[in-house]
């Protein structure tokens, strides 16, 4: 008789809860990180004329070699680094932990952090320590070189800014991580265009230093496309467990296209930028909001001791969907996260939010 899922599938990973992705057909979608801006109709048929011309019927190229070159001047990669390109930041964080999964090696973040470090963790059999960031979701410092010192960690992420608080550690902190670490250290930078910092300059520096980056929220998420810079020691390494033509043909010419569309770019870019400090400050107003710093395209605010539910079914009710944080505890308690969207749906948000908390 053959064997069931539970006998042949590792009890770690039947522990593990599917990434869910609510439906949000018919919603001011400000839940997951988006750019709410499309293309302006001219640049769109510059676009659909290049589609027009690729060649389906053929493999793209497997080492994607002008996107991968027009990544290089966009993102500012210094000379003597290597690129390795992912579908989205998630396959290159996979990669990564493949590489170096074996047996009592630790994984090391803080936490609140990206939840795909500690989930594709255990989906690879490493240890995952998750080390509690301070009340004002800032790093602690000593408790970070304490873990690394007592753990050993193979690999520690940041995220910079971090997801989901928004805020952008203490530069002080990180290089000091940097010193001890004893295996790589990946700064995730899938908001540097909204942060303006970065430790993409650093690379030169740090030999066991690599730097993430994605276009998703460029305006670029459906394409999937996520960038992973370092030092060839590393990459060519990391490049063996990279799938052969994992970025497809059609995202690698959408890409180029929207790289070479810079100054639009920049404008949606600064226009979020604008658009985040305004609600910030409308959404400070609030009695009763906690609302933290914010230096990605998203706020992270808490409501009053157990309304956070109530607030976010509320917005539901109302055709607006947000992230309800507050079920994973701890430091995310009562809290919700909001995309900083359109004008419009910022005003819908707001008009919401008076309805919830009057």
Not at 212 to 232: D, E, F, Q
Not at 263 to 288: N, S, W, Y
């Amino acid at each position: 008789m053959a064997k069931t899922p539970s006998e042949l599938i590792r009890a770690n990973i039947r522990a593990l809860s599917a990434y869910h992705v609510p439906p949000a057909t018919g919603m001011i979608k400000l839940d997951a990180m988006e750019n709410p801006y499309r293309w302006p109709v001219p640049m769109q048929d510059q676009w659909l004329a290049l589609l027009r011309e690729v060649e389906l019927n053929r493999y793209p190229d497997p080492h994607a070699t002008q996107l991968t070159q027009a990544l290089r001047q966009a993102m500012a990669v210094p000379a003597g680094s290597e690129i390795v390109l992912g579908n989205g930041s998630d396959e290159l964080i996979q990669m990564i932990l493949m590489a170096l999964a074996d047996s009592d090696r630790v994984v090391l973040a803080p936490t609140p952090s990206f939840v795909m470090y500690q989930m594709i963790a255990a989906c690879v059999n490493l240890r995952f320590v998750g080390v509690p960031l301070r009340p004002d979701f800032n790093l602690d410092a000593e408790a970070m070189l304490a873990a690394i010192a007592q753990h050993q960690p193979a690999v520690i992420f940041l995220a910079y800014p971090n997801n989901p608080t928004g805020n952008l550690w203490d530069r002080r902190t990180i290089l000091a991580i940097l010193e001890v670490a004893p295996g790589l250290v990946v700064l995730d930078e899938a908001y540097h265009a909204f942060a303006e910092a970065s430790f993409m300059p650093e690379l030169a520096r740090f030999p066991h230093l690599l730097v993430m980056r994605t276009l998703s929220k460029m305006g670029l998420a459906g394409l999937r496309l996520g960038l992973l810079a370092g030092g060839a020691q590393w990459l060519h390494e990391l490049d063996k467990l990279r799938l052969p033509y994992n970025i497809n043909v059609l995202t690698q010419v959408s890409a180029r296209f929207a790289l070479s569309q810079q100054q639009l770019l920049r404008q949606q870019t600064e226009q979020i930028c604008r658009d985040r400090d305004a609600l910030l400050v409308e959404l400070r107003a609030f009695k009763g909001l906690q609302v933290f710093p914010s230096k990605a395209n998203f706020i992270l605010f808490r409501c009053p001791a157990g309304q956070a539910q109530g607030i976010f079914e509320g917005l539901k009710a109302q055709r607006i969907l947000i992230k309800n944080l507050s079920a994973a505890g701890s430091l995310l308690q009562d809290c919700l996260r909001v995309t900083v969207g359109s004008p419009a749906e910022n005003a819908a948000l707001l008009s919401g939010l008076r309805l919830q908390l009057g």
